[in-house]
DNA sequence: TCAACATATATTGTATATCGCATATGACAT
DNA sequence: ATGTCATATGCGATATACAATATATGTTGA
């Protein structure tokens, strides 16, 4: 495996843009739905301009397409790789804490 | 997959320990060898504070297991499972860059 | 005990992230 | 054009993260 310089600080921006609950939510939402704003933010149950603000993040970074129709702005999981790479972490973590609780700050 | 609220906070807590160029490659240097601090900072080209404390995270959240011997303080993968999603998401990177460049802030 | 070496911790400044709130844009219908 | 709905953006307060420097701890050997 090529651990380049350019290429572990590509990986660490994408594992930011994975560092944050709100988004993992939205990703994971997005795993069976494409999904216009409203329908996220009442799945996720956070003011709206907040769930705007995620996906725009999540836009930036190509972890989600968007498509405007009319007034609605449909979502859209761009890469589901990355989603089988946050399943793989969260069954790692599911395993974990089931076996072996962390004890972390 | 299970995704209740506390399984992705702890996910987001390994995120946030990966959100790191330095620890990344630290844990990848961990990954072919156990070794001491002074070796990793050999190694990493970073002052010795800062590779302490890095390591203190990476043993914090688990990552790393540490044993000492003597004056000298081995560091060691605890979960290659870790390191093989790490090489994912290397790999992911990679692969995306070649066929179709982000073009992030 | 003291010196030296290996490692850890504390402190600080700076940068960045997060979220809430207010407001702006943009599209459609009337 | 105006009102309304869907979405986006801007701003401010707080929190968190980063790395550098200085300093402390702990271990060994003389």
Same mark, same amino acid.
């Given at each position: 495996?090529?651990? /380049?310089?350019? *290429?572990?600080?590509? %990986?660490?921006?994408?594992?930011?843009? +994975?560092?944050? &609950?709100?988004? *993992?939510?939205?990703?994971?939402?997005?795993?069976?739905?494409? %999904?216009? &704003?409203?329908?996220?933010? %009442?799945?996720? $149950? +956070?003011? !709206?301009? =907040? &769930?705007?603000? !995620?996906? %725009?993040? =999540?836009? #930036?970074? #190509?972890?989600?397409?968007? /498509?405007? !129709? $009319?007034?609605? &702005?449909?979502?859209? =999981?761009?890469?589901?790789?990355? +989603?089988?790479?946050?399943?793989?972490? =969260? $069954?790692?973590? #599911?395993?974990?804490?089931?076996?072996?609780?962390?004890?972390?700050?």
């Amino acid at each position: 495996m090529d651990v /380049s310089e350019p *290429i572990i600080e590509e %990986a660490v921006k994408i594992y930011k843009v +994975l560092s944050n &609950v709100n988004r *993992i939510k939205i990703l994971y939402f997005l795993e069976n739905n494409e %999904a216009d &704003v409203s329908s996220i933010v %009442a799945h996720v $149950g +956070l003011p !709206q301009p =907040l &769930v705007s603000h !995620q996906l %725009a993040i =999540l836009f #930036q970074y #190509q972890l989600v397409t968007r /498509s405007k !129709q $009319g007034k609605h &702005v449909y979502y859209c =999981l761009d890469d589901p790789h990355i +989603l089988k790479m946050v399943d793989a972490m =969260l $069954g790692h973590v #599911q395993h974990e804490i089931k076996h072996e609780p962390h004890h972390y700050a």
